[in-house]
């Protein structure tokens, strides 16, 4: 797989709720290679750094990005029209290994981290349940399309206001305790990824985690991104996220 650098004209910009911002961009060159839980890095206007962005879809020659405005750089972003163009770079990184699209999975995805979920959800339809959770109503997004993938959509909130009242990880265990479950796809804040895999590990099930960490350059150079993993035999070592990963199998991840 290689890494291309293209200019990218945007044929859909929506804004589900404030400071969202979902982007579709005509893309064949990276698009047609990009594997689920792949990023790309964008060039923002009067910045010297890309800004990396998780691939939330990919379809024929369109490729899909959805993230929240937190800073300048992402703010840039937030104010590209459909007439407007983006130099993007990618695919990058490490994307999910989903094997057999035949078994039953379930994906957990907390706030942004539900984004890069969508790709591979896609590819299992109804074989998978998808565990979302947030913090309240008004930061809920994607259901319609996750939904429209075929999954069983289950939700959580932190403050009861829709779905379950409570941690989406609550919801992975009441799941696995309904019965088959062959792997577990994660995206999400550390702590969510750290229960999901201790419950998945405790249970014997392969989870692969897809690890937020800030990123500079993006091609493994600046050691911005590094973070502790367990080799094989047993020893530590640092890994780059940004070509390491960002996706892991979860026994190879120290967390603490």
Same mark, same amino acid.
């Given at each position: 797989? +290689?890494?291309?650098?293209?200019?990218?004209?945007?044929?859909?910009?929506?804004?589900?709720?404030?400071?969202?911002? =979902?982007?579709?961009?005509?893309?064949?060159?990276?698009?047609?290679?990009?594997?689920?839980?792949?990023?790309?890095?964008?060039?923002?206007?009067?910045?010297?750094?890309?800004?990396?962005?998780?691939?939330?879809?990919?379809?024929?020659?369109?490729?899909? /990005?959805?993230?929240?405005?937190?800073?300048?750089?992402?703010?840039? !972003?937030?104010?590209?029209?459909?007439? *407007?163009?983006?130099?993007?770079?990618?695919?990058?990184?490490?994307?999910? %290994?989903?094997?057999?699209? +035949?078994?039953?999975?379930?994906?957990?995805?907390g706030g942004i981290g539900?984004?890069?979920? !969508?790709?591979?959800?896609?590819?299992?339809?109804?074989?998978?349940?998808?565990?979302?959770?947030?913090?309240?109503?008004? !930061?809920?997004?994607?259901? =319609?399309?996750?939904?429209? &993938?075929?999954? %069983? !959509?289950?939700? &959580?909130? *932190? *403050?009861?206001?829709?779905?379950?009242?409570?941690?989406?990880t609550d919801l992975q265990?009441?799941?696995? =305790?309904?019965?088959?479950?062959?792997?577990?796809? @994660?995206?999400?804040?550390?702590?969510?990824?750290? &229960?999901?895999?201790?419950?998945?590990?405790?249970?014997?099930?392969?989870?692969?985690?897809?690890?937020?960490?800030?990123?500079?350059?993006?091609?493994?150079?600046?050691?911005?991104?590094?973070?502790?993993?367990?080799? @094989? =035999?047993? +020893?530590?070592?640092?890994?780059?996220?940004?070509?390491?990963?960002? /996706?892991?199998?979860?026994?190879?991840?120290?967390?603490?």
């Amino acid at each position: 797989m +290689s890494i291309t650098v293209t200019r990218c004209p945007v044929v859909k910009k929506v804004s589900p709720r404030a400071g969202l911002i =979902d982007l579709t961009v005509q893309c064949p060159e990276i698009a047609r290679q990009a594997a689920p839980g792949q990023f790309i890095m964008v060039r923002c206007e009067g910045f010297t750094l890309r800004r990396p962005l998780s691939i939330c879809d990919a379809q024929g020659d369109l490729l899909r /990005v959805v993230f929240e405005v937190r800073g300048a750089g992402t703010a840039w !972003l937030a104010g590209i029209g459909e007439r *407007d163009s983006l130099d993007i770079l990618g695919p990058q990184g490490k994307g999910f %290994d989903l094997g057999d699209v +035949s078994r039953t999975v379930v994906f957990v995805g907390g706030g942004i981290g539900i984004f890069p979920l !969508l790709h591979a959800c896609r590819r299992f339809g109804s074989n998978a349940t998808v565990l979302l959770g947030f913090r309240t109503v008004s !930061l809920i997004a994607l259901t =319609d399309d996750f939904r429209a &993938a075929g999954a %069983d !959509l289950r939700l &959580a909130t *932190d *403050d009861g206001s829709e779905g379950h009242g409570g941690l989406v990880t609550d919801l992975q265990t009441a799941r696995l =305790d309904e019965g088959s479950c062959a792997a577990i796809f @994660a995206c999400g804040p550390r702590p969510m990824l750290q &229960a999901t895999a201790v419950e998945a590990m405790r249970r014997g099930i392969p989870c692969q985690v897809s690890l937020e960490q800030r990123m500079a350059c993006g091609m493994g150079a600046c050691l911005g991104c590094a973070y502790k993993i367990r080799r @094989a =035999d047993g +020893s530590e070592t640092y890994a780059h996220v940004c070509v390491d990963g960002p /996706v892991f199998d979860a026994r190879e991840v120290i967390w603490s």
